[in-house]
């Protein structure tokens, strides 16, 4: 079982309390999955250089507006080394995210490819309509416009969000709509979805979405299927403790009358604070609750997770690693570094060959084989342009065949250790 997480956390790794939250950035997430046996299905690694460029979090509530970073590597495990997979690059008009176009890696031609793009037009200095362009390969190669989500606004809520399609046959391919989403909100809180699909040439509702909330938090989300009329489909109550976290969402669903589903029960630590430690989902299921999965959280100082880990119910007496497909996520913070303060000829690490032209190969003192460790490369300016995580072993390599000739400084952290030195790129 692969879980939906629908709890939006923002994490670290490095635990420096003199950097304030807002100075973090996000440097990657690593992502392995297991079957029951213990044998990674998947095992990849997103990179992100972030911060200067990004968007306010939250100024506008589409998603394509949150993409944070400038840019994006993805990276998988291929045997004992990573391989490229793909990257994305993102533009911004200030500090609005204007575009991004992600590449896909090509073996035989060992190049980037373009492979995708996002766009947003504005009006009013609000998103307008977003643009997904897929690239074509035909002749010379283009972009095409696949899909589109135009939004109206009320205020700086949405009111109706669009999505349409676009056919590629023809000298003038047409629009043709799909989805229609329209909001209510009572100030900033949004109380009702209605999602309605585009059939015999006329809007034709589908799902109804309501939320009740009570002194700012959420009490009751209900869900209803149109059926000529609007049938319930689902209710959720959720329940808060005397420090106003939420401990309980119970989810009934309808077959004709109501019946119980799942309650997912949130367990804090005294460590964590407002964080909840472990959540536990129970399932009904002829007559009774029982396991289904649970998700344990760590987390740093500050309340940001660390690591998120999704475990399966054997159905006996034991949690474990199921072929349900459970996972365990891992987010890697950093901060502004300056080059001035770093000892850049740590006896604890070794970076070899110096002179090097395609790839480096690091060898650390003080780490425990198999600990994950967080690695990046700066500039003499302070300017990160490579980071990754790897598993601490004898020696790890790197390809730095994209780094221009100069002087660069290896930094690397498993948390606790802390190392740096410099090396030299030559060309």
């Not at 392995?32 to 968007?55: C, I, P, Q, W």
């Not at 209510?184 to 509702?205: C, P, Q, Y």
């Not at 459970?326 to 002179?355: C, F, H, K, L, Q």
């Not at 967080?374 to 790197?398: C, E, F, P, T």
């Amino acid at each position: 079982m692969k879980y939906i997480i629908t709890l939006s956390f923002a994490v670290s790794l490095i635990l420096l309390t003199t950097e304030s939250k807002a100075q973090m950035r996000l440097l990657a997430k690593a992502h392995r999955m297991y079957d029951s046996t213990g044998n990674k299905l998947e095992d990849s690694t997103t990179y992100f250089h972030s911060g200067v460029k990004g968007a306010s979090p939250g100024k506008y509530k589409i998603p394509e507006f949150e993409l944070m970073e400038d840019s994006m590597h993805v990276f998988a495990k291929s045997g004992s080394s990573m391989k490229w997979i793909g990257r994305r690059i993102s533009m911004y008009n200030g500090t609005d995210f204007n575009y991004s176009t992600y590449y896909t890696w090509s073996d035989s031609a060992n190049s980037w490819r373009n492979n995708l793009r996002t766009r947003i037009i504005y009006a009013s200095n609000k998103p307008d309509t977003v643009y997904y362009d897929t690239w074509s390969s035909f002749g010379s190669g283009s972009w095409r416009a696949s899909t589109r989500i135009m939004y109206t606004w009320n205020g700086n809520n949405i009111a109706t969000q669009t999505r349409q399609t676009r056919g590629f046959q023809g000298p003038n391919p047409q629009w043709t709509n799909k989805e229609r989403l329209t909001y209510t909100w009572s100030g900033s809180n949004e109380t009702e979805l209605v999602i309605a699909k585009w059939k015999s040439s006329a809007w034709e509702d589908s799902f109804k979405r309501t939320t009740t909330w009570v002194s700012g938090k959420i009490t009751d989300v209900s869900t209803f299927k149109w059926t000529g009329t609007w049938t319930g489909d689902t209710k959720s109550t959720y329940a808060y403790d005397g420090n106003s976290r939420l401990v309980t969402i119970k989810r009934d669903i309808y077959t004709g009358v109501w019946e119980p589903n799942r309650v997912d029960t949130f367990i804090y630590a005294p460590t964590n604070g407002n964080y909840p430690d472990t959540m536990v989902r129970f399932s009904y299921f002829l007559g009774n609750f029982t396991n289904e999965g649970k998700f344990a959280y760590k987390y740093l100082y500050d309340g940001r997770p660390t690591e998120l880990l999704t475990i399966s119910w054997n159905g006996v007496d034991t949690w474990k690693q199921t072929n349900n497909r459970d996972s365990i996520d891992n987010w890697y913070y950093g901060w502004p570094a300056s080059v001035e303060n770093m000892e850049v000829a740590n006896d604890r690490i070794n970076v070899y060959p110096s002179p090097a032209s395609q790839t480096i190969h690091i060898t650390l003192d003080g780490v425990a084989p198999g600990k994950q460790v967080h690695l990046a490369i700066m500039d003499m300016q302070g300017r990160l342009v490579k980071n990754w995580a790897d598993n601490a072993k004898g020696k790890m390599s790197m390809s730095i065949s994209e780094l221009p000739a100069g002087n660069y400084i290896l930094h690397a952290t498993d948390g606790t250790f802390t190392a740096s030195r410099q090396f030299v790129v030559v060309k």
